[in-house]
């Protein structure tokens, strides 16, 4: 079972982003889906040793999860973003559920910038917790540490500097501005409704 790597090329040309960072950041994404795939290989190689007792194999393990999440969550954000950005229905659920949560949208846009905004490299992401049926802005740390166990992401935002430095320098700010006018609002929200179900 080999994971193959999507294609996001349908992104090039999305204002605020250059091609060039763009086609840069295809290509570190494709080496987390490489890593995961290799991952699984060794695991299956290791096991079948009779290895699977030792510190290497123990590491390995460890070292999925940073992987995979970087596969997966490069997925979500390339996937919620658009060339022609979404804007959120007021009819919608999530806009709906924002506003009950938050206050009001201003609000949680507010909160998401500031998690954004944090130092650091990592994620800003719009969970969904269905078990307390609560949407909350989390930070995640590189890649692994920081989400939350059963929650649905929903609004995914790349924060290591590869996902900027390129285009907008030591200005983070001025990447979750452009950032703000690409989010595939259509996306997101549909995340959220398959996420309540
Ligand atoms: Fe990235």
């Known amino acids: 079972m080999a994971f193959e790597p999507k294609d996001f090329s349908n992104l090039l040309g999305i204002p605020g982003l250059s091609d060039q960072m763009l086609k840069n950041h295809f290509t ?3 080496g987390y889906v ?5 991952l ?3 695991f299956a ?3 079948n040793e009779g290895k699977a007792s030792t510190p290497e194999y123990a ?3 460890r070292r999925f999860g940073w992987e995979f999440n970087g596969m997966r969550l490069h997925e979500l954000y390339f996937g919620n ?3 022609d950005g979404f804007a959120l229905s007021s009819s919608a659920a999530l806009k709906q559920k924002i506003v009950k949560d938050f206050g009001s949208s201003e609000a949680w846009e507010k909160e998401f910038r500031a998690t954004a905004a944090m130092r650091g490299i990592g994620w800003a992401v719009l969970c969904y917790d269905q078990g307390s049926d609560k949407l909350i802005n989390i930070w995640v740390n590189e890649h692994d540490v920081g989400h939350l166990a059963g929650a649905a992401s929903l609004l995914v935002m790349d924060a290591f500097e590869h ?3 390129l285009d907008y320098g030591t200005k983070r700010a001025d990447y979750i501005n452009a ?3 690409t989010i595939d609002w259509d996306t997101v929200s549909h995340r959220f409704d398959s996420a309540k179900r």
Not at 34 to 38: D, G, L, Q, R
């Open 40 to 42: 699984f290989d060794s």
């Open 163 to 165: 996902a900027f430095m």
């Open 34 to 38: 490489a890593n995961v795939n290799k």
């Open 45 to 47: 190689a290791i096991s």
């Open 179 to 181: 950032f703000f006018n």
């Open 81 to 83: 973003m658009k060339t």
């Open 28 to 30: 570190l994404y494709q």
């Open 59 to 61: 590491e390995l393990k």
